[in-house]
């Protein structure tokens, strides 16, 4: 097993202290918090959290754009430094990196792994990467999403890159890689259950056991938004009402971005809600939004 300086999400034997909890006929003895036990007059042992290895990986773009710059320094060259600072910071104390490089059509992926040898393995091919010739198109975004897939774990994605695509093309790609992060972080952080996040295009939620769900908004035409006001409210009630009844998450989803929606048809935030048939009449009236990019 390997060891690191990261908290790992589930308890188990380490070095970072955890919860408490009453002593029971086989624990160590030798785990016995004896500060807690002196004030609750009761044996106590301190349960301790599992360090882990932290899994970082470096999307990196090797388009053809990066060949250009000075006599003295490309943006290649800046691109090979700008990995090498993050794996050498990162690839350390059984830490492990991984690497996507782009190239025009091409992405190559690099499996994580700790070490030295491999981080200069994965330096070797940033640099040796050919030169474009500026042929072919450089899918940033659909790069990012391929990370989001494949990095589900709690870890570091390092994106390197110029970002002269248009940013149209891979600002929700980027997007659903902070979300997934986030939500990972949140429930490294004790959220024992779920993190649901709302935001204009949608909602999305990850569970405890890392499954994703992904719900576009409801197609709204400019003229029926009267106002903003109570919206994520409404989505909140919406989602809590569904996980109320037992609901599954992807139809809580569902219920929150509708009611959310019917809350846009007026200014304030309490004649705004309506009826919940009628709030979900609206998703077969509008339709909904693009799919957003975490969505299978």
Same mark, same amino acid.
């Given at each position: 097993m390997l060891h690191g300086d990261f908290l790992g999400l589930v308890p188990g034997r380490g070095t970072e202290p955890g919860e408490t909890r009453a002593y029971s006929p086989g624990d160590d003895v030798r785990r016995i918090?004896?500060?807690?036990?002196?004030?609750?007059?009761?044996?106590?042992?301190?349960?301790?959290?599992?360090?882990?290895?932290?899994?970082?990986?470096?999307?990196?773009?090797?388009?053809?754009?990066?060949?250009?710059?000075?006599?003295?320094?490309?943006?290649?060259?800046?691109?090979?430094?700008?990995?090498?600072?993050?794996?050498?910071?990162?690839?350390?104390?059984?830490?492990?990196?991984?690497?996507?490089?782009?190239?025009?059509?091409?992405?190559?992926?690099?499996?994580?792994?700790?070490?030295?040898t491999h981080l200069l393995g994965i330096l070797e091919r940033i640099m040796s990467t050919p030169r474009g010739d500026g042929?072919?198109?450089?899918?940033?975004?659909?790069?990012?999403?391929?990370?989001? /897939?494949? /990095?589900?774990?709690?870890g570091l994605v390092v994106?390197?890159?110029?970002?002269?695509?248009?940013?149209?093309?891979?600002?929700?790609?980027?997007?659903?890689?902070?979300?997934?992060?986030?939500?990972?972080?949140?429930l490294q952080q004790g959220v024992r259950e779920l993190v649901v996040v709302h935001f204009p295009e949608g909602a999305f939620a990850r569970t405890r056991k890392g499954d994703d769900f992904w719900q576009p908004a409801l197609k709204l035409p400019p003229k029926y938004i009267a106002g903003t006001a109570g919206a994520g409210d409404a989505f909140c009630a919406g989602v809590?009402?569904?996980?109320?009844?037992?609901?599954?998450?992807?139809?809580?989803?569902?219920?929150?971005?509708?009611?959310?929606?019917?809350?846009?048809?007026d200014a304030t935030c309490t004649t705004g809600v309506k009826a919940l048939n009628t709030s979900l009449a609206l998703a077969r009236k509008f339709g909904f939004g693009a799919p957003l990019d975490g969505a299978d």
């Amino acid at each position: 097993m390997l060891h690191g300086d990261f908290l790992g999400l589930v308890p188990g034997r380490g070095t970072e202290p955890g919860e408490t909890r009453a002593y029971s006929p086989g624990d160590d003895v030798r785990r016995i918090d004896w500060n807690v036990t002196a004030r609750m007059q009761d044996p106590y042992i301190r349960e301790t959290i599992a360090d882990r290895e932290l899994e970082a990986w470096l999307v990196v773009d090797r388009s053809a754009r990066l060949d250009f710059g000075t006599a003295t320094c490309e943006k290649r060259d800046l691109a090979l430094a700008a990995a090498a600072g993050v794996g050498l910071l990162t690839g350390r104390g059984g830490n492990r990196v991984g690497a996507l490089i782009l190239r025009g059509s091409e992405l190559t992926t690099v499996p994580p792994r700790n070490g030295r040898t491999h981080l200069l393995g994965i330096l070797e091919r940033i640099m040796s990467t050919p030169r474009g010739d500026g042929s072919g198109t450089s899918d940033l975004a659909a790069t990012l999403k391929r990370a989001g /897939a494949i /990095a589900p774990r709690r870890g570091l994605v390092v994106v390197i890159s110029d970002f002269l695509d248009d940013p149209d093309r891979w600002r929700t790609a980027l997007g659903t890689v902070a979300l997934r992060h986030a939500a990972g972080a949140l429930l490294q952080q004790g959220v024992r259950e779920l993190v649901v996040v709302h935001f204009p295009e949608g909602a999305f939620a990850r569970t405890r056991k890392g499954d994703d769900f992904w719900q576009p908004a409801l197609k709204l035409p400019p003229k029926y938004i009267a106002g903003t006001a109570g919206a994520g409210d409404a989505f909140c009630a919406g989602v809590l009402y569904g996980l109320h009844e037992s609901w599954d998450l992807q139809r809580c989803l569902l219920t929150g971005v509708c009611i959310a929606a019917a809350s846009l048809a007026d200014a304030t935030c309490t004649t705004g809600v309506k009826a919940l048939n009628t709030s979900l009449a609206l998703a077969r009236k509008f339709g909904f939004g693009a799919p957003l990019d975490g969505a299978d």
